[in-house]
């Protein structure tokens, strides 16, 4: 499997330089912030599945001859010191994957920073602990987010050499929004939000900039939606129709719980929506919490020669405590209840 990360030249004078970060920065306007205040910090959803797991999970969407087999999870968050542990039964999941791609959202700081609201600070050890989870050299971390930018243009170009440096794939710097697979399947890192003014990662009013007319299928993989809310808002919801009358498919990540997963028909086509898969990784445990959604797709061509999507899986995951320092991250058997929610 050959991966290259697709360049772009970026067009604005220093889009690539330090622009100073303040202790309290936010990307919404009133109304979203007031719901984010209401969502996250007041009541917050109490059962996070929203929704049964729909019937075409595990099915062929549409008919193809499978290629490629891609493997998604949500955002990668701080875990606090927490000893994390992922269960061989999520291993299993994605044993027969050729890729993985996950949010990673937030920066490793090895120097101590200025304290920001709402930071994302990882320690070192979450690289060690995806490294044993899947082979860093076909992981492709997206850094595209609403923490992207909390520790700056210098915080942001260490944490990304870094994560390279352990040997895994980044993408989402704005210069390289993407990841090529075999020169056939475009998968785009973008993000609708910034927490701090930010001009150096890959955003969704850019991304049909990032779309590539002469690969075979075009995969948008956007942090955006909101905080905590078990479905999107109807504009969210038409902003995907429109992306879904271009993109191929859309896999999304920013709520921290997990969101509908759809299908929407396009020129006989089935194309696959997941409006948010929730989170991989947090360091709060509470027993039958079902925090996100993991999921796999095979793609190839169809009858007439045409990229479409296959087979998808998916399952919700949860996490455990195990003692007083320690978590496991497992799939989650219980089946999701269709209250607060619905099929979209
Ligand atoms: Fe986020």
Not at 281 to 289: L, M
Request: aromatic share 12%; net charge negative.
């Amino acid at each position: 499997m050959q991966l290259l990360k697709h360049k772009l030249e970026v067009n604005e004078d220093g889009w690539d330089h330090e622009i100073p970060t303040t202790y309290f920065s936010q990307p919404y306007g009133f109304i979203d912030c007031m719901e984010w205040v209401y969502n996250v910090l007041i009541n917050p959803p109490v059962n996070y599945c929203c929704y049964k797991k729909s019937d075409f999970n595990n099915t062929n969407i549409n008919q193809i001859i499978p290629q490629i087999r891609i493997g998604f999870i949500g955002d990668i968050m701080k875990l606090n010191g927490v000893e994390f542990i992922i269960s061989e039964n999520i291993k299993s999941f994605f044993s027969d994957t050729d890729l993985l791609i996950g949010n990673f959202e937030g920066t490793i700081l090895r120097d101590s920073c200025k304290p920001v609201f709402m930071g994302q600070v990882h320690a070192e050890s979450i690289l060690e602990i995806l490294s044993g989870f899947f082979p860093p050299s076909r992981t492709v971390l997206s850094c595209a987010n609403n923490h992207s930018g909390d520790y700056g243009w210098t915080g942001f170009c260490s944490s990304y050499q870094l994560i390279q440096d352990y040997g895994f794939i980044t993408i989402g710097r704005r210069d390289e929004p993407s990841i090529v697979i075999d020169g056939k399947v475009n998968i785009v890192s973008c993000t609708s939000w910034s927490n701090q003014k930010c001009n150096f990662v890959a955003t969704i009013d850019e991304a049909d900039r990032y779309f590539l007319d002469d690969a075979a299928f075009n995969i948008l993989y956007p942090h955006w939606g909101y905080e905590m809310q078990l479905n999107p808002k109807l504009r969210q919801v038409q902003q995907g129709r429109e992306l879904l009358s271009k993109w191929d498919m859309v896999i999304g990540h920013h709520s921290h719980c997990p969101q509908p997963i759809v299908l929407h028909e396009n020129n006989l086509r089935q194309k696959l929506m997941a409006y948010s898969l929730g989170n991989f990784c947090n360091n709060k445990a509470i027993q039958g919490r079902q925090i996100g959604i993991i999921l796999k797709v095979e793609l190839g061509p169809d009858q007439s020669g045409a990229w479409a999507a296959g087979r998808v899986q998916w399952e919700f995951i949860s996490i455990s405590p195990l003692n007083d320092r320690s978590v496991e991250l497992s799939i989650s058997f219980r089946q999701g209840l269709p209250i607060n929610g619905q099929f979209i």
